[in-house]
């Protein structure tokens, strides 16, 4: 994995997260707004802008490919490198849950 595609993406914020975590299927924009809302309960809403910027970057950094497009909106899928990096984050997110489990 290039260092530069760690450090750009670990940390993730909540949209990129999200982003990799619901393309282990295959979606469009849309539909990860939507899952995104079903999943956090509504807790979470991603705005278009946001959601489709960072769709554009991850495609470039090789983190998820376009697949097909399907009435009018572009299907994306995750790949080997964003699989890696989702597993690096709920890796991260593991271990502070964990630490905040202990007394200090």
């Given at each position: ?12 914020t ?21 899952a ?48 890696e ?20």
């Amino acid at each position: 994995m290039d260092a530069h595609i760690k450090k750009v993406y670990v940390p993730m914020t909540e949209t990129g997260f999200y982003i990799l975590y619901c393309l282990q299927k295959e979606n469009h924009g849309y539909g990860i707004v939507q899952a995104v809302e079903k999943i956090t309960n509504g807790e979470i809403r991603l705005a278009p802008g946001t959601m489709y910027g960072s769709l554009c970057k991850m495609e470039k950094d090789g983190l998820i490919k376009f697949t097909a497009e399907q009435d009018k909106r572009k299907l994306y899928i995750i790949t080997e490198l964003g699989k890696e990096i989702l597993q690096l984050e709920l890796k991260r997110i593991r271990r502070l849950y964990k630490t905040t489990q202990e007394e200090i």
